[in-house]
């Protein structure tokens, strides 16, 4: 009950300041599962597009949210979580990657001990020899059972406790930073991208990443929505914190699909330019 309320606060603040003003120029609103794929100028882009959906929609569909950005705060990480919903993802994981030279610092651990364990193997021959002279041969079963209660507490100690330390599958799950969005999908969301991955600080998006092209070919089906989001930089630009009211509008243009055949670099560059086309309907 709370996050629907503070999400109807939002929206008022958000259509109050911005107009929130939803243009579907190519396509209808439809109950449908979608990706709606928009340039990235601004943080607010986020809280804009999703404002822009009608109710019915914004139920069933999830924005995309930079986790180091929006849940660097409780306040942020609960809005984004409770409010709209948003799937997280790791700017850094692309660049999380490259440390792998972390690796040998695991391989040079196991070269110390090396030295320990030879001169423990060396000290063993010299004394056994000296049991069978010094010792009787009644002492000698009494040495056998020390040695065997020597031995049982050896057991618990046994080495099964190493592969209990498996922490990779979080650092597996990072690697491929599109494994939520791919989960999303799977459960029957609609989800908003921002194929450039980064906010652009020109009139123009910078070249779309693969990640639009990944999902589109895993997801056939899904219905691929590009959207223009207008004069929302100049609401929030980069750096400032007060937000400054100016109207800016969301427009939707006509759903694309990747052709039988067509090539990454070739459908990304063909969805960069149907997102551009909808800057001057």
């Known amino acids: 009950m709370l996050a629907k309320l503070v999400g109807w606060l939002l929206l008022g603040v958000v259509r109050l300041l911005t107009g929130a003003q939803a243009r579907w120029y190519g396509c209808p609103p439809k109950a449908e599962q979608r990706i709606y794929f928009a340039n990235h100028q601004s943080h607010a882009d986020l809280v804009m597009i999703w404002a822009a959906l009608p109710e019915e929609l914004r139920s069933i ?10 849940a660097n705060t409780p306040v942020k990480r609960w809005i984004t979580t409770e409010v709209f919903n948003a799937v997280y993802v790791e700017r850094q994981a692309a660049a999380g990657s490259p440390p792998a030279p972390v690796v040998p610092v695991a391989a040079e651990t ?11 193997e060396r000290i063993e021959p010299s004394m056994e020899p000296l049991l069978p002279r ?4 009644d002492t000698a079963p009494a040495r056998t059972e020390i040695q065997g209660e020597l031995d049982l507490p050896a057991q618990p100690v046994s080495v099964p406790e190493a592969p209990a330390a498996p922490p990779v599958p979080p650092a597996a799950r990072d690697a491929d930073p599109l494994a939520p969005l791919i989960d999303a999908l799977r459960s029957g969301d609609s989800i908003i991208i921002f194929p450039e991955g980064t ?6 998006p910078q070249k779309f990443k693969s990640g639009l092209y990944a999902l589109a070919t895993q997801f056939p089906e899904v219905v691929l929505v590009p959207a223009w989001i207008d004069n929302v930089q100049r609401v929030m ?6 937000p400054v009211p100016i109207l800016c509008s969301v427009t939707f243009g006509a759903p694309i699909r990747v052709e039988a055949g067509e090539e990454r670099r070739p459908f990304l560059d063909r969805a960069r330019a149907a997102v551009i086309a909808l800057r001057d309907v």
């Open 199 to 204: 906010r652009g600080h020109t009139g123009e």
């Open 61 to 70: 569909t999830r924005p995309i949210a930079a986790r180091d950005y929006w």
């Open 237 to 242: 630009p980069k750096g400032e914190i007060v």
């Open 134 to 137: 010094s010792a009787p041969v």
């Open 110 to 120: 196991p070269v110390p001990p090396v030295a320990a364990p030879a001169a423990a």
